[in-house]
């Protein structure tokens, strides 16, 4: 492979395991060697709205997403330029003033929702992933993820699953499995799947 760095896609619904296999992955790859990269922190910006119309928007359809900034932000790290990535801010549904600096490393882990739902995205990406971990798993954990570390209330989580979160879900997330390379079951307890991946990756790098 050329000396460009190799960037993993990780997609799958909220709470299927993305990032516990990405976290997996850096432990076997090495934390030197791979910068992370959330589509979450590529939301857009909507300090234009107030908090009340904020928390009505849909975060699960694909045009919530600045995927023009995502994509700029993947082909300078994979010709080895530093970026300023957004920061987001789950409590406030928008993104902080803040940026943070991306270094560019060997391996680029793009993990999010909807990554395999724009084609110049699907094109960058060397390995797909799909992590395919059945709804009444994912709804669990994103109560408890939400609730724990995103400042949501249970009635607020399930309003927001029922009225947006599935049914986009079944529009766009799961559709986009035809894009990927490998479906991993189970995603982070795949131990499997994972040392395959990693396998994989090592033959790339
Ligand atoms: O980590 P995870 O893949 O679950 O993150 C994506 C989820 O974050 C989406 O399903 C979306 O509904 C949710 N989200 C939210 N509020 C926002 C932005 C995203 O609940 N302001
Ligand atoms: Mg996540």
């Known amino acids: 492979m050329s000396n460009k760095a ?12 993305k990032s516990t296999v990405t976290k997996k992955l850096i ?3 090495g934390r030197e060697n791979v910068s992370v990269i959330e589509q979450d922190s590529y939301y857009k910006d909507q300090s234009n709205l107030v908090f009340e119309d904020r928390i009505k928007t849909n975060y699960d359809h694909p ?20 970026i300023e990535k957004p920061i987001y ?16 490393k060997p ?59 599935r049914p986009s879900h079944l529009q766009f997330v799961e559709p986009s499995k035809r894009y990927a390379d490998i479906i991993v079951p189970e995603g982070g307890e795949n131990e499997v799947a994972i040392d395959l991946l990693y396998q994989k990756i090592k033959s790339l790098v």
């Open 89 to 104: 801010d789950f409590s406030i549904h928008n993104r902080k003033k803040e940026k943070e600096i991306v270094i560019p």
């Open 107 to 165: 391996i680029i882990i793009l993990e999010g929702i909807l990554i395999f739902s724009e084609a110049n995205l699907i094109d960058i990406m060397d390995i797909k992933v799909f992590v395919d971990t059945d709804a009444d798993v994912r709804i669990i954990r994103r109560i408890k993820r939400d609730m724990k570390e995103r400042g949501r209330s249970l009635d607020s989580v399930i309003e927001q699953y029922l009225s947006t979160v």
């Open 27 to 29: 432990e076997l790859i």
């Open 63 to 82: 045009l919530a997403f600045d995927n023009d900034l995502l994509y700029e932000h993947l082909k300078m790290l994979k010709e080895g330029r530093e």
């Open 6 to 17: 190799c960037i993993i896609g990780i997609c799958g619904g909220s709470g299927s395991g």
